[in-house]
């Protein structure tokens, strides 16, 4: 069933530690998606990027001609000297096709770090605060 989907939107309004070893690998398994949307909301060891997405999740697509979403990143910054910026971020979606995206980074103290991805267009979009 999975890789027959076109269409595909999933929505987390719950912390989820389980992006790389559940999300991840399901996304891998539509490869026929045409219309994907997510809104998620986890903790990881890195922040989502352009290359993330691009490298191990889209490029199992090759038929995604839509790609929505807003996904909220905490990692631990306990263990890390290099921390990233908004900027640091944008330049990763440099050569995006599908659309514009802004990105907010924050630390909320010197072992949480927050990260927002997200398309500009993206209706009835929720803005999470991540704490």
């Not at 990881?44 to 691009?54: N, P, Q």
């Not at 790609?67 to 263990?79: D, E, L, V, Y």
């Not at 630390?107 to 927050?114: A, D, T």
Request: overall charge neutral.
């Amino acid at each position: 069933m999975l890789p027959n989907l076109t269409e595909f939107s999933l929505t987390s309004d719950s912390l989820t530690n389980h992006y790389d070893d559940q999300i991840q690998p399901l996304l891998r398994r539509m490869p026929n998606l045409k219309d994907l949307t997510l809104r998620l909301f986890m903790k990881r060891e890195r922040f989502s990027d352009g290359i993330h997405l691009d490298k191990q999740v889209l490029i199992h697509m090759p038929k995604l001609s839509s790609f929505k979403f807003h996904i909220c990143a905490t990692i631990s910054t306990s263990n890390t000297n290099q921390l990233l910026s908004d900027t640091d971020i944008q330049m990763t979606f440099i050569d995006w096709k599908y659309s514009s995206v802004n990105c907010c980074v924050y630390y909320l103290s010197n072992q949480l770090g927050v990260a927002h991805i997200y398309t500009t267009i993206v209706k009835n979009d929720t803005y999470y605060v991540c704490c």
